[in-house]
């Protein structure tokens, strides 16, 4: 079998290394990364404060141990640079890189926030293990941080910092958090939850500006509000790392786009992960890409295999006020109906015929996330 190239040591990269020594102990397999290497599970990376886990312990296995463990070659701190498609080879900082058959799991970036002002680098964004050690750093002896996004890394880090004694100010653009993925009425349960526990909300507002002051930084508003932060965490949204494959001429859309067997638009070039785009469906979470690795390693080792995707709700990692949510595939008519229970809130999407399309649950609520998933019409059949 030709030579496998994997670049990316995240969770899509790692996984699909696992799923392809599962069928095959012997075919070359490479990884290179531009990061260390480290075994690590990202969605730690938002409730880690709280259970005063460090970076270091954030870690479970370095890439040495990986590749001894793996039988494969893993290039750490290597950047690739390009792909030459009519040479088969990777350009990187650290020279060239030949491949038979090549993974993309480059993972997505942090959207830039585009704030002026002079305390620009008083801004972080978490989006992997030296992001979060950057920021633990920068938090020794601070405690306010304001919070850019109220979305799902925004409200779980919101929880984290007030759980460690910080106090939180989130501006959020939208009228509720999460307000794409659920309605008004469990957005607002969400808030009101952290509220409790000391967070404050802007909602319906965006940052402009950020300016040092004294020790600490002003964050300006669009309403002219000011928000006095010792630092601040931007977190609103990820976009898919396409440049690269763009510039090699692959097809790209909001991702890499790749077929249902992660095949992109050259039949030797696979692509997984945050940076894919399966069949016009991004989903940037772990269960999508778990998936995608069972099937890509049966793809490489030449098998009959598609991609399907069941319902995968998510659990929002907001102890504070407990959340699930499976937001209805976008696009798709219907609309919220709402029930308040002694224990929580149940939101269904239902249809014009009263099949549920997607639920979200709160509180006490949310032990029912299996059943409601086993209504759920499945991503891709
Ligand atoms: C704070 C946070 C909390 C989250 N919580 C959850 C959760 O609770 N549940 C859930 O399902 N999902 C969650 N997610 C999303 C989930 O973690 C991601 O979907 C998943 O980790 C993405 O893995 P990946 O391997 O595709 O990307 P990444 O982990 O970003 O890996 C990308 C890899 O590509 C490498 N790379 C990129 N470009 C190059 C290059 N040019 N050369 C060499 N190497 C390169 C990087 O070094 C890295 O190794 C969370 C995400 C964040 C940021």
């Known amino acids: 079998m030709s030579p496998i190239v994997i670049i990316g040591s995240g969770l899509a990269g790692y996984s699909l290394a696992r799923e392809i020594r599962k069928r095959d ?19 730690n990376l938002s409730n880690a404060l709280a259970q005063r886990r460090d970076p270091g312990q954030l870690a479970s296995e370095t890439a040495e141990q990986v590749a001894l463990r793996l039988n494969a070659t893993i290039l750490t701190h290597t950047r690739i640079t390009a792909i030459d498609r009519a040479g088969k080879r990777l350009l990187s900082d650290g020279g060239e890189i030949p491949y038979g058959r090549l993974v993309l799991a480059l993972g997505a970036d942090p959207i830039p926030h585009g704030l002026g002002g002079d305390g620009t680098d008083r801004v ?27 979305g799902l890394i925004g409200c779980e880090f919101a929880n984290d910092l007030v759980a460690t004694g910080h106090t939180v100010e989130v501006v959020q653009y939208g009228p509720w958090p999460l307000d794409r993925l659920v309605p008004e009425q469990v957005g607002l349960a969400l808030a009101s939850g952290l509220a409790q526990r000391g967070v404050v909300w802007h909602f319906g507002r965006s940052a402009k500006n950020i300016e ?26 990820l976009r898919s790392r396409t440049a690269m494959a763009e510039a090699a ?7 890499i786009v790749v077929d249902r067997q992660l095949r992109s638009s050259d039949p030797d070039i696979h692509a997984m992960g945050d940076c894919a785009e399966v069949e016009g469906l991004v989903l940037p ?64 999407y239902l249809d014009s015929e009263s099949n549920l399309l997607g639920f979200a649950l709160g509180g006490g609520e949310t032990g029912q996330r299996l059943q409601f998933a086993q209504q759920l019409p499945a991503m891709l059949a």
């Open 285 to 348: 979470f772990v269960q999508p890409l778990l998936a995608q690795a069972r099937t890509l390693a049966a793809v490489l080792a030449g098998e009959e295999a598609a991609i399907v995707y069941p319902a995968m709700p998510v659990v929002v990692k907001t102890p504070a006020s407990p959340l699930v949510v499976a937001p209805p595939p976008m696009g798709t008519a219907g609309s919220w109906q709402i029930e308040a229970t002694d224990k929580g809130l149940i939101a269904r």
């Open 124 to 150: 972080h964004a978490v989006n992997d293990l030296d992001d979060y050690a950057r920021f633990r750093a920068a938090l020794v002896g601070k405690k306010r941080v304001a919070i850019i996004g109220g």
């Open 212 to 237: 040092l002051a004294g020790e600490g930084v002003t964050l300006a508003l669009d309403d002219g509000h000011r928000v006095e932060a010792d630092l601040v965490l931007s977190a609103i949204g």
């Open 25 to 43: 102990g012997t075919v070359p397999l490479t990884l290179v990364t531009a990061d260390g290497g480290e075994v690590y599970a990202k969605p």
């Open 249 to 255: 001429g692959l097809a790209v859309n909001r991702g």
